[in-house]
């Protein structure tokens, strides 16, 4: 059962701006949070953002801050990741997740994650 996946990604010049998408189904829109993160290669996954339904906070790291933006349609299960301004280290394998069991930030705690999509950013 795919409960989450993601869409949007692409190749893009530095400066540039490109639009996530994550479907989701089944329990993953009941979570209170989902978030976005992204991995590149040799690295460690790491924290995007994140968004909360019952109050609508929204996470970001400091590295996309002013940048990213993270939106939730509940009524269509769409969770979304604006980015904008993007430079050459956004360039990774992004994923959403859902339902984090503790530390939203963490890339260990959530329970529900998509396959993933590529953005790679040119300079």
């Known amino acids: 059962q795919v409960l989450l996946v993601e869409s949007g990604g692409g190749l893009v010049q530095a400066g540039g701006s490109l639009r996530l998408s994550c479907a989701g189904s089944g329990p993953t829109f009941g979570s209170n949070v989902m978030g976005w993160f992204r991995q590149a290669p040799g690295k460690e996954r790491e924290f995007v953002a994140a968004i909360s339904r019952s109050v609508g906070s929204t996470y970001y790291a400091d590295s996309v801050k002013g940048r990213f933006t993270i939106s939730r349609d509940n009524t269509k299960n769409i969770l979304y990741l604006q980015m904008n301004s993007l430079k050459p280290e956004d360039t990774a394998v992004y994923y959403c997740?859902?339902?984090?069991?503790?530390?939203?930030?963490?890339?260990?705690?959530?329970?529900?994650w998509g396959q993933g999509t590529q953005v790679t950013v040119s300079s």
């Open positions: 997740a859902a339902n984090p069991a503790g530390d939203i930030r963490s890339g260990r705690g959530y329970q529900y």
